[in-house]
């Protein structure tokens, strides 16, 4: 019987197609800051950070713009830190869930006073599109103290802070602050320097690495 060696050519790039198609690389931890929220006339401020744990698409899988990040785990962690004695306190932090899976959020929506603040989870559910019809949002209350409870809403009088570069009529504690990378950074005068203050680690978490405001 004779062979189409077309047809067999053709079967074996098939099967190396299929091979490579759905292939992904190791875990790998990921942290982002997503926000930094000064409290009051103070050098204190709330960081909330992202972190995953991801696998990247290989091989033709990653075409034509680079494939589908696969993410294994997801969370976020809200930080308290104080710029002049360099401290962090970690005040909570919660898994995502599936309904808030895909294009995972979480921003502080608010503070009432320098005591309480509120937390928005938002994303869409795991394996799925994402797109305003089907986003899901989740609302905590989280207080300074490290207290953290689900709620319906964010309260309708609670706004976030204005934030400017210039100081503020009355401002005694000048702080203004920024990211570069990995590292938390903080400006203690009008046009002076940043200086560094704390870094971040893959898992997410922060340590003192500068110095605070000059004396």
Same mark, same amino acid.
């Given at each position: ?39 009051? #006339? ?22 034509? #713009? ?15 830190? #104080? ?119 893959? #898992? ?12």
């Amino acid at each position: 019987m004779l062979r189409d060696p077309g047809r067999s050519i053709g079967r074996a790039f098939v099967g190396a197609l299929l091979a490579t198609a759905c292939t992904y690389g190791p875990e790998e931890p990921r942290a982002d800051v997503i926000q930094i929220l000064p409290v009051g #006339d103070s050098y204190r401020a709330l960081v909330t950070i992202r972190h995953d744990v991801v696998r990247r698409p290989t091989g033709v899988n990653t075409f034509p #713009d680079g494939g589908r990040w696969r993410y294994t785990a997801r969370r976020w962690v809200v930080y308290l830190i #104080d710029a002049e004695r360099l401290d962090v306190t970690r005040l909570a932090g919660e898994p995502a869930d599936d309904a808030v899976w895909e294009s995972f959020e979480a921003r502080l929506a608010g503070l009432e006073g320098d005591t309480v603040t509120w937390v928005r989870v938002t994303g869409c559910p795991k394996d799925g599109e994402c797109y305003p019809p089907l986003r899901r949002v989740a609302v905590y209350r989280l207080s300074l103290s490290g207290q953290l409870e689900r709620v319906a809403a964010v309260p309708a009088h609670v706004r976030l802070p204005g934030q400017m570069a210039a100081r503020r009529p009355g401002e005694r504690n000048y702080v203004r602050y920024g990211t570069e990378r990995d590292t938390i950074t903080a400006r203690f005068e009008e046009g002076g320097p940043l200086r560094p203050l704390f870094t971040m680690g893959s #898992d997410g978490s922060l340590a003192p690495v500068g110095a605070g405001p000059p004396p």
